[in-house]
């Protein structure tokens, strides 16, 4: 497990997991390039082509290539094990490419946190990734990349920006009602 913090509590990552397993009619939901879905189901028995031994396929709810990690709400995809680590390693690889440019790169990731600062977002360089924080909010999260992390807090942004446009409409139409009584 790479991150241990885009797990929720385990009984939360159960639920979530079934609803996404549901939503994808428990069939992996990766797409060959031929355009065809993947035919593995949850629960199913294949036979290994390598060994010859039977086994049972699990699918996992996997986080999406642009889940961020710290959503508690993940975006989350119905994967066998198999496209799993294809996906998990092809992140990986665009990871350690992205680190090896970086040093071409110092300059617009410095003016990018330059700018992302003055907004108002906190994102720092610490050994073990990205932290990006919103003091006036009290969320924070850690990411692999500066882009990331600016990407997870905007992303907070949008969640508290749309709650509170929910909230005043909410109490918009209440008053309207209230208004309507008297």
């Not at 990349?145 to 990407?151: E, L």
Request: aromatic letters at 4%; a positive charge.
């Amino acid at each position: 497990m790479k991150n241990r913090d885009a797990y929720p509590q385990a009984r939360i990552w159960r639920e979530l997991r079934e609803a996404c397993l549901e939503r994808a009619n428990k069939q992996c939901e990766f797409i060959h390039p031929n355009g065809k879905r993947c035919a593995r189901t949850d629960g199913e028995l294949r036979k290994s082509r390598h060994s010859g031994r039977k086994y049972i396929v699990y699918l996992h709810a996997a986080h999406s290539a642009n889940a961020c990690p710290d959503d508690p709400n993940p975006e989350l995809i119905c994967l066998c094990s198999a496209h799993h680590l294809k996906m998990d390693r092809k992140l990986e690889a665009q990871d350690r490419v992205s680190q090896r440019r970086r040093g071409y790169r110092i300059t617009t990731t410095d003016s990018l946190l330059v700018e992302i600062r003055d907004a108002g977002i906190e994102i720092e360089e610490q050994s073990d990734g990205y932290h990006w924080s919103l003091p006036h909010l009290g969320l924070g999260g850690r990411a692999t990349t500066a882009a990331r992390a600016a990407g997870c807090a905007l992303y907070q942004l949008r969640l508290d920006l749309e709650k509170q446009k929910r909230t005043h409409a909410l109490s918009t139409a209440a008053e309207k009602e209230h208004s309507h009584d008297h």
